[in-house]
């Protein structure tokens, strides 16, 4: 079957631009997140959704990100005048949920603001 | 409260064995365990829960001991394809079920033949 799926792999922006990251949560699963990984770094949490509901925010970096899941299914991270510091792979992961559950991590996007 | 993975990096040759140590200084609920290769997605390998279980599939298994808040990963007979970097992930008691996870910065294993 199909794992999470992320778009676009790869991403350049100037510093300024607005971009959209998209993911495709495996089928049926309730639990969708998105976390933020540094070159040589653990991924970072950024929020997390349970179906449509976003039950936990608090590890996005500034009000310039915003993440949707609308109907519980596609999730979109949204990064307004991308700066440097935004630079990063991006990944989403989803899970069976609600808890002790295995997360299903997609291949990320890389972001690159120049 | 991001968990400390050590060590930073180890090179093994194949049939080799290693351990990948985890610490807190929170007190947990759970750990989980992921593989990340080069360019790819981290993948699952292992949850546990507080309780000072042990788990295992093939030749990976792992242990949690609650009350020193530290976990422990254990690779045997390592094999070309255990190569990549490891991550621990921790959920605090606090948040007991929340499937929030801290990551620590991972630990590299080089598998040589």
């Known amino acids: 079957g199909a794992g999470v799926s992320q778009s676009p792999r790869y991403k350049v922006a100037k510093r300024g631009q607005d971009v959209a990251l998209r993911c495709d949560p495996i089928?049926?699963?309730?639990?969708l997140f998105w976390y933020q990984q540094a070159l040589g770094q653990g991924p970072e949490f950024l929020t997390y959704?349970?179906?449509?509901?976003?039950?936990?925010k608090s590890g996005l970096p500034s009000d310039r990100f915003f993440a949707e899941r609308p109907e519980g299914s596609v999730s979109t991270l949204k990064i307004q005048r991308t700066q440097q510091e935004d630079s990063a792979v991006y990944l989403c992961?989803?899970?069976?949920?609600?808890?002790?559950?295995?997360?299903?991590f997609g291949n990320g996007t890389r972001l690159t603001v120049t | 409260q991001q968990p400390v993975q050590s060590p930073q990096a180890v090179i093994l040759r194949e049939g080799e064995d290693a351990v990948i140590n985890c610490s807190s200084s929170?007190?947990?609920?759970?750990v989980h365990w992921y593989r990340q290769k080069h360019g790819e997605a981290p993948v699952f390998l292992m949850i546990?829960?507080?309780?000072?279980e042990q788990k295992g599939h093939d030749k990976i298994s792992a242990s949690f001991n609650e009350k020193k808040q530290q976990s422990s990963l254990y690779l045997t007979a390592s094999q070309l394809s255990y190569s990549g970097t490891y991550f621990c992930?921790?959920?605090?008691?606090?948040?007991?079920?929340?499937?929030?996870?801290?990551f620590g910065k991972g630990m590299k294993l080089t598998v040589n033949p």
């Open positions: 546990l829960l507080k309780g000072g």
């Open positions: 089928s049926g699963h309730v639990s």
């Open positions: 992930g921790t959920e605090p008691s606090t948040q007991g079920g929340s499937e929030k996870l801290v």
């Open positions: 992961a989803s899970s069976t949920g609600p808890y002790n559950s295995p997360l299903h």
């Open positions: 929170k007190a947990l609920y759970s």
């Open positions: 959704f349970q179906n449509e509901a976003q039950l936990d």
